[in-house]
């Protein structure tokens, strides 16, 4: 798995088709008990995002760095590291076949790797690029979880991006990782035309972060404010 991981992120790396890099600034009040939340409540996040295709698939990886003045909940350190890679082969594009049909537009083998200080997990499985009317973006990915915290699972995640006229947009995703549900949603305003910068590439606006941790009965649930650039 972990050559897998390597060689399509090299492959994806030499072979894109199209990319896009961004990177945001979020701030929120996170004061609940869950090990997102912070013993003061205010955290600082930064994220790095970046989506590229490539001849046989697609690629997405993200990480975050989070800070807060008094630590986290459950512990005394400041800041935290946390990052995501998740390679896809498309199956219509190795096979030759096309599966679209009706709603679907194209199905993958999908991967994904999770590391943090403290934690790791190893997810494989399948997925979905769907059509649904109102969507520009709606895929969907079913994965085996294999993690070092917590029992081997299953998880669903969607992805999604909503055009809102020409400068309001909603997107996020959720993952739904046994009984556990993280979702993350943005509602972005361009303010590229205000600024005089090229379309797209500076936005303001809010994240919902949700968390439902069911094993410990606890939530985070918080609007963020953010700003974001895109490459």
Known sequence: MPRFLFISTLLAATLSAFSTTNIQYLYGEFEGETFMDTQSGAKHTLTTEHYRTWEYGDLFMFADYAYTHEGLQFTDKKNDLY????????????????????????????????????YHAWLYGV?????????????????????????????????????????????????????????????????????????????VGTEWHYYHENSYHTDNDVFQAMLKYTF
Do not use: M
């Open 83 to 118: 990052g995501e890679i998740s390679p896809r082969l498309s199956l219509d594009k190795i096979s030759g076949f096309s599966t679209s049909c009706g709603i679907l537009k194209e199905s993958y083998l999908s991967f994904q790797y999770n590391r943090s200080d403290t």
């Open 127 to 203: 997925g979905a690029d769907l059509n649904i009317p109102g969507f520009s973006v709606f895929g969907l990915n079913i994965y085996r979880k294999h993690q070092n915290v917590g029992d081997h699972t299953y998880q669903l995640s969607l992805n999604y991006i909503v055009p809102l006229g020409n400068q309001w947009h909603f997107e996020g995703f959720t993952d739904w990782s046994g009984r556990d549900i993280l979702s993350q949603n943005q509602l972005l305003f361009d303010l590229s035309h205000i600024i005089g910068v090229k379309e797209g590439k500076l936005e």
